[in-house]
């Protein structure tokens, strides 16, 4: 399952274009991670061990907006969408952290039409 | 001790075969009986055997996991690789346009190497003759990538094997391998793709087996990957020995499919199950 | 090489059957350490009351591969600073493990709904839990039947 490399692009992210002022909008962002469960086997019976995203954080202007806590029983190259209303031009992060030091942040500003 | 081996697995295949999950059924004929009628040739694309949910992950952008494989390529096509330091766009400018269209008409004939060639194979014979650049092995992420990106350019557009005479022998080769049983099984594609489409194996609706979005986004792989792969899934599937990775029996199927499929709508990059 | 001995069909039937049922019975076994649903339920309740309603989990009936399955969850909620959701969480009765994902919502939020994408190891029940700013606890319950892949690529 995790035998298909992962591509350099970490990140997509939809639906920035749709903010507008003071009213919500929904964003869905899709990592590129293979999210081994830990409970697969090698060709040679070996464990492949547990290799997760657990966590996902955005913050706009560095306060929390929205964060999931992910376990193995999300799917391979994880994907959410929740809503998100800004009231005005800011800073948008997105992180994922997860097993063996894991972290990919990026931020995007925005400005809200 | 080889004598019970086949019989195991046969049993376990025929397991599935015979096996009956009544409310499965009748909910999958009331999803299929719900899809629009078509006056057409009665080709179905893979798309309409999934359910609605496995549909929209495929037909909307901000879901389909294959996008990220899809920006990969757009970067790639603009990164330079090589000795000769050109990337993608120095010689075909922007994929968009110098690239509608192209996807649909593979495999096609390569005067070079007086032989047929796959989208994944054109890619290669770019990077080693104008980029002097090494071929990236099958399934590599970047030919995935690149494959993915250009084959999104002719979405939406019929598939349109060319009309070559140079390409009929491998097309006539596809189609008589489609028609040859194969393996402990000892079925034909034809048996499942052709005679038994909507039908299932084990809990899986067989589709007709048009080979029109790749490369897929499959859920088995959880991953992207090339028809090639898928091919190789299936003949391992009925329990054949593979050809090898060189094998021209590959292509021979790919250019037959190509065919089978012509005027059907190109779905790159597809999700599949 | 002498030829296989033919089964009659009526055998051949009952034997698959047999292994049909000991395929089916395999997760059960394999799962029979970790906690029940209804335990990881009341744990998350913390001893409070949680009602059938508000939350709607919206996920397919019937999946077709349980390795990617979409779950949509939106609750009936404001999402003002003094009447929002804080938290959904979503746990499944038979993969290996009973949690799926936590999420943890704030007034900013706007609208409370969320989607992931999940794996399922066989047909099982989900539920979604949601907890309020002001404590009340809801819930909804939903069976989905997982159809497994016919062939397991090696």
Same mark, same amino acid.
């Given at each position: 399952m995790a035998d298909t490399p992962a591509p350099r692009v970490r990140m997509l992210i939809h639906g920035l274009d749709g903010l507008r002022r003071g009213q919500p909008a929904e964003l869905r962002v899709t990592l590129a991670h293979p999210m081994d469960n830990?409970?697969?086997?090698?060709?040679?019976?070996?464990?492949?061990?547990?290799?997760?995203? /657990?966590?996902?954080?955005?913050?706009?202007?560095?306060?929390?907006?929205? @964060?999931?806590?992910?376990?193995?029983?999300?799917? @391979?190259?994880?994907?959410?969408?929740?809503?998100?209303?800004?009231?005005?031009?800011? /800073?948008?992060?997105?992180e994922w952290s997860g097993d063996w030091g894991f972290n990919h942040r990026e931020t995007r500003a925005i400005v809200p039409a | 001790m080889t004598r019970c081996l086949p019989v195991a697995r046969a049993l376990v295949l025929v397991l599935r075969l015979v096996q009956v999950q009544v409310l499965v059924s009748v909910l999958t004929l009331a999803a299929l009986a719900a899809l629009p009628a078509r006056a057409d040739d009665g080709r179905r694309s893979g798309l309409q055997f999934m359910g609605p949910a496995l549909q929209a992950l495929q037909r909307d952008d901000g879901q389909n996991p294959a996008m990220l494989w899809v920006q990969d390529g757009e970067q790639l096509w603009r990164t330079p690789a090589g000795t000769a330091g050109r990337h993608c766009a120095d010689c075909h400018g922007d994929a968009p346009r110098s690239m509608a269209g192209v996807a649909a008409r593979y495999p096609a004939w390569d005067a070079a190497s007086g032989g047929a060639l796959n989208l994944p194979g054109r890619i290669n014979a770019c990077r080693q003759r104008h980029q002097q650049a090494a071929a990236l092995p099958a399934e590599h992420a970047d030919l995935l990538a690149l494959s993915a990106y250009l084959g999104l350019q002719s979405r939406g557009q019929p598939l349109a094997p060319p009309d070559d005479v140079r390409l009929a022998p491998l097309r006539q080769q596809g189609e008589a391998l489609w028609q040859q049983r194969l393996g402990q099984l000892n079925l034909a594609c034809l048996h499942c793709h052709d005679q038994r489409p909507g039908q299932r194996l084990g809990g899986a609706v067989i589709p007709q087996g048009h080979a029109t979005g790749y490369p897929i986004y499959r859920l088995e792989w959880q991953g992207l990957g090339s028809l090639h792969r898928r091919l190789r899934g299936c003949v391992v599937g009925v329990r054949a020995e593979p050809w090898g990775t060189e094998a021209p029996e590959w292509l021979a199927l790919e250019a037959w499919l190509a065919q089978r499929a012509a005027g059907m709508a190109v779905e790159t990059p597809a999700v599949r199950p | 090489m002498k030829p296989l001995p033919m089964l009659p069909r009526r055998r051949l039937l009952g034997?698959?059957?047999?292994?049909?049922?000991?395929?089916?019975?395999?997760?059960?076994?394999?799962?029979?350490?970790?906690?029940?649903?209804?335990?990881?339920?009341?744990?998350?309740?913390?001893?409070?009351?949680?009602?059938?309603?508000?939350?709607?989990?919206?996920?397919?009936?019937?999946?077709?591969?349980?390795?990617?399955?979409?779950?949509?969850?939106?609750?009936?909620?404001?999402?003002?600073?003094?009447?929002?959701?804080?938290?959904?969480?979503?746990?499944?009765?038979?993969?290996?493990?009973?949690?799926?994902?936590?999420?943890?919502?704030?007034?900013?939020?706007?609208?409370?709904?969320?989607?992931?994408?999940?794996?399922?190891?066989?047909?099982?029940?989900?539920?979604?839990?949601?907890?309020?700013?002001?404590?009340?606890?809801?819930?909804?319950?939903?069976?989905?039947?997982?159809?497994?892949?016919?062939?397991?690529?090696?």
């Amino acid at each position: 399952m995790a035998d298909t490399p992962a591509p350099r692009v970490r990140m997509l992210i939809h639906g920035l274009d749709g903010l507008r002022r003071g009213q919500p909008a929904e964003l869905r962002v899709t990592l590129a991670h293979p999210m081994d469960n830990g409970l697969r086997h090698d060709g040679f019976g070996n464990v492949v061990p547990r290799n997760i995203v /657990t966590r996902f954080e955005c913050r706009l202007d560095g306060d929390l907006v929205f @964060a999931a806590d992910l376990y193995s029983a999300i799917a @391979a190259n994880p994907y959410l969408g929740f809503w998100l209303r800004a009231d005005g031009p800011g /800073t948008l992060s997105f992180e994922w952290s997860g097993d063996w030091g894991f972290n990919h942040r990026e931020t995007r500003a925005i400005v809200p039409a | 001790m080889t004598r019970c081996l086949p019989v195991a697995r046969a049993l376990v295949l025929v397991l599935r075969l015979v096996q009956v999950q009544v409310l499965v059924s009748v909910l999958t004929l009331a999803a299929l009986a719900a899809l629009p009628a078509r006056a057409d040739d009665g080709r179905r694309s893979g798309l309409q055997f999934m359910g609605p949910a496995l549909q929209a992950l495929q037909r909307d952008d901000g879901q389909n996991p294959a996008m990220l494989w899809v920006q990969d390529g757009e970067q790639l096509w603009r990164t330079p690789a090589g000795t000769a330091g050109r990337h993608c766009a120095d010689c075909h400018g922007d994929a968009p346009r110098s690239m509608a269209g192209v996807a649909a008409r593979y495999p096609a004939w390569d005067a070079a190497s007086g032989g047929a060639l796959n989208l994944p194979g054109r890619i290669n014979a770019c990077r080693q003759r104008h980029q002097q650049a090494a071929a990236l092995p099958a399934e590599h992420a970047d030919l995935l990538a690149l494959s993915a990106y250009l084959g999104l350019q002719s979405r939406g557009q019929p598939l349109a094997p060319p009309d070559d005479v140079r390409l009929a022998p491998l097309r006539q080769q596809g189609e008589a391998l489609w028609q040859q049983r194969l393996g402990q099984l000892n079925l034909a594609c034809l048996h499942c793709h052709d005679q038994r489409p909507g039908q299932r194996l084990g809990g899986a609706v067989i589709p007709q087996g048009h080979a029109t979005g790749y490369p897929i986004y499959r859920l088995e792989w959880q991953g992207l990957g090339s028809l090639h792969r898928r091919l190789r899934g299936c003949v391992v599937g009925v329990r054949a020995e593979p050809w090898g990775t060189e094998a021209p029996e590959w292509l021979a199927l790919e250019a037959w499919l190509a065919q089978r499929a012509a005027g059907m709508a190109v779905e790159t990059p597809a999700v599949r199950p | 090489m002498k030829p296989l001995p033919m089964l009659p069909r009526r055998r051949l039937l009952g034997a698959a059957a047999g292994l049909g049922l000991a395929l089916q019975l395999r997760p059960a076994a394999a799962m029979s350490a970790a906690p029940t649903l209804a335990a990881v339920e009341r744990q998350w309740a913390g001893g409070r009351p949680v009602t059938e309603g508000r939350v709607l989990l919206d996920v397919a009936p019937l999946v077709e591969n349980g390795n990617a399955v979409p779950i949509r969850v939106q609750v009936d909620s404001p999402m003002t600073a003094a009447d929002h959701v804080v938290e959904i969480v979503v746990f499944n009765e038979r993969n290996p493990q009973r949690d799926v994902v936590r999420f943890t919502l704030t007034p900013a939020s706007g609208v409370a709904q969320v989607q992931a994408r999940i794996r399922l190891a066989t047909s099982q029940q989900l539920v979604a839990l949601v907890r309020m700013r002001d404590g009340s606890q809801w819930s909804h319950h939903v069976d989905v039947l997982v159809t497994l892949a016919a062939c397991i690529e090696p």
